[in-house]
């Protein structure tokens, strides 16, 4: 599973094991491979993937439309540059293709100069894969979806109303959270409903996130952390989703630094297009400023770099897991994930196994919320 770049030695390179041509630069498991033969090895994990999208038989059919967010990161980066080409290839053998993507980029940050930023990157990015179609929204637009519970977030009318600037609205609802998990658990609600709201606007039929077996691992216990274990059904498996569009995560067969070496070996190199993070191994648990969020990458990222297979089983073990058959669900107000009856809120996960003394929903402040989204809303 584990690729890395190989240690240098005082002798000469070793020859690649799988081409036994060029010298070996990177390291698969314990094989020693060239640069070509890693880049192979990622893009036919992805590839694998996509199997569900593939052209069977010679009868032409509408192509697929998928969206794929792309964050500037070196995965999403690496899964655009990836089935770009894949898309070409078809192209090449058959003259069509079976699916087509819609680059979607959501701008979590509200300062003018990143906007500017960000919009003058994503222009790259049009240029460097012109095939797709691309749109960019910001946050704030997820003030004017429907179906989300404004008043749990403590706000009347969001969609500007009161004659404020979306971005300040929303900068008050994130403002107005206890904790940095719980905002940084809310942006994350909000990207989720925003990126669904335009998959189906567009008539996408499924979202295809770069999220790598890492990124995975960390949602994994994450989310559970957070109260929404329940919702790791479609957090972190393929398929469909409550939302009426499906999950995919072609890139979850690899480790994110095997992402990050990909990125940069590319052809032309993805490097002037990504931004890669610094590490998270100088967090301190202690900060008001860190997250569950950022310690769970934290504590991957060091995973990672000796015992790979950890993370592996911790996306494996939860793959397996199935969603309860249950007919007697409502949406949560905030996140839109079902909620069996009788188990919203607080008291519902809350180790209250009489469910006389919980508070009916009439007489709750709220609407039906989630246990996770009633964590992060109430601290």
């Known amino acids: 599973m584990t690729a890395t770049e190989a240690s240098p030695g005082d002798g000469p390179e070793p020859l690649c094991k799988r081409c036994h041509q060029e010298s070996a630069t990177h390291s698969i498991r314990s094989e020693q491979v060239c640069k070509n033969c890693f880049s192979q090895y990622v893009s036919t994990k992805a590839v694998k993937r996509m199997e569900t999208y593939r052209v069977r038989g010679s009868t032409a059919k509408a192509c697929r439309k998928l969206l794929l967010p792309l964050s500037f990161g070196p995965s999403s980066a690496s899964l655009l540059h990836i089935l770009d080409y894949h898309i070409q290839t078809q192209y090449d053998r058959m003259n069509r293709a079976a699916y087509e993507l819609f680059v979607v ?5 509200v300062d003018p100069v990143d906007r500017k930023e960000a919009s003058e990157r994503f222009e790259k990015y049009k240029s460097r894969f012109p095939r797709h179609a691309y749109s960019s929204h910001g946050l704030e637009d997820a003030l004017l979806l429907d179906g989300i519970d404004w008043k749990a977030l403590g706000i009347e ?19 107005s ?12 609600t909000l990207l989720t409903r925003i990126l669904v709201d335009v998959a189906k606007r567009n008539d996408c039929e499924a979202i295809l996130f770069g999220d790598s077996t890492t990124r995975l691992a960390e949602r994994t216990l994450t989310e559970t952390a957070k109260g929404r274990g329940f919702s790791l059904t479609w957090q972190v498996c393929d398929g469909p989703s409550p939302y009426g569009v499906a999950f995919n995560y072609p890139l979850r067969d690899l480790l994110k630094k095997e992402m990050v070496i990909f990125s940069s070996i590319t052809a032309p190199p993805l490097t002037d297009l990504v931004i890669y993070q610094q590490s998270s191994s100088n967090l301190s648990a202690s900060s008001k400023s860190t997250t569950i969020d950022d310690l769970m990458a934290q504590y991957f990222e060091s995973v ?5 297979s950890i993370v592996a089983n911790v996306v494996r073990t939860s793959s397996k897991l199935q969603p309860l058959p249950n007919n007697e669900t409502t949406a949560c107000g905030l996140c839109g994930l079902p909620v069996a009856d009788g188990t919203d809120g607080i008291y519902g996960w809350g180790g209250d ?15 039906v919320l989630c ?5 992060s809303i109430n601290g």
């Open 371 to 375: 246990y996770g989204c009633s964590r």
């Open 353 to 367: 196994q009489n469910s006389d003394k919980r508070p009916s929903t009439e007489d709750a402040r709220y609407g």
């Open 105 to 109: 980029h959501i701008d979590l940050l």
């Open 157 to 175: 009318t969001p969609t500007g109303a009161d004659g404020k600037p979306g971005t300040e609205t929303l900068q008050q609802i994130l403002g």
């Open 304 to 308: 990672e770099e000796n015992y790979p």
């Open 177 to 188: 959270m206890s904790s940095s998990t719980s905002r940084s658990d809310i942006a994350s």
